[in-house]
């Protein structure tokens, strides 16, 4: 059974372009969260998908957008890329049941974004 | 808004010796508390989870209490292994009223265990 597997694995960018980070789900879940990582830190939350929306969002501007395809997979998207955006960035998948908690949350193992 | 506070490391220890790592917590109303360990090159593994007051979740040895009247949910293991070197976070998720809630969490805390 396939965690959740992200892509690329690593990559640079320069200052002012603009990336894509991308992420599927693990097989039966139908929720994603991106969170960033800056080294020495905890993750932050960026925002959530569900049904193909944006539920949650955290502190991050208007660069930071997200989708989330029928399958349920999803893609991170940051333009006007600046240096502070160097992080790892997770994406976290869970199977969303209406009235309860559900904490079946499964991380993936980051796409390291270095800007430069 | 919530926070998370846990001790600042990094925390280095001999095979067997006894663990500790402090997590306090502030949050506006009645949070989950977890605990997320990464290892090297790896995305973050549920460790274990509380979802109420005195609740003690326990894993592969390790153990930590929800303390409301403390706001704290300290990790604890009684002898630890070269294996268990790794980051260790304490994280919250707070109940408003929905599912699959966000996390917050805290700096994470560097543990070295030698041989």
Redesign the interface.
């Known amino acids: 059974d396939a965690g959740v597997t992200q892509s690329p694995t690593h990559l640079i960018k320069t200052r002012g372009q603009q990336v894509t980070l991308r992420c599927s789900p693990k097989s039966g879940h139908d929720t994603v969260s991106w969170y960033q990582q800056a080294l020495g830190q905890g993750p932050q939350f960026i925002f959530q998908y569900y049904e193909e929306e944006e539920r949650q969002r955290g502190n991050f501007p208007d660069r930071f957008s997200g989708h989330q395809f029928p399958n349920y997979s999803s893609e991170l998207n940051v333009n006007a890329l600046l240096l502070g955006d160097s992080a790892l960035y997770l994406c976290a998948s869970s199977l969303s049941i209406l009235g309860e908690r559900d904490y079946g949350y499964t991380f993936g193992s980051g796409t390291r974004l270095t800007v430069v | 808004g919530d926070s998370?506070t846990q001790m600042e490391g990094p925390v280095t220890l001999s095979e067997e010796a006894f663990l500790t790592i402090n997590c306090t917590y502030t949050a506006t109303g009645y949070p989950?508390l977890?605990w997320?360990v990464q290892y090297p090159?790896?995305?973050?593994?549920?460790l274990l989870?509380a979802?109420k007051a005195d609740d003690k979740g326990s894993n592969k040895g390790f153990e930590a209490t929800y303390r409301k009247e403390t706001t704290s949910f300290h990790l604890e293991k009684g002898s630890v292994q070269v294996s268990d070197s790794a980051v260790y976070?304490c994280?919250l998720?707070e109940?408003s009223g929905?599912?699959?809630?966000?996390?917050?969490?805290?700096?994470?805390t560097l543990l070295t265990v030698n041989p």
């Open positions: 998370v989950s977890f997320y090159g790896e995305g973050l593994q549920l989870k979802t976070f994280a998720s109940n929905g599912s699959n809630y966000k996390l917050t969490f805290g700096k994470g």
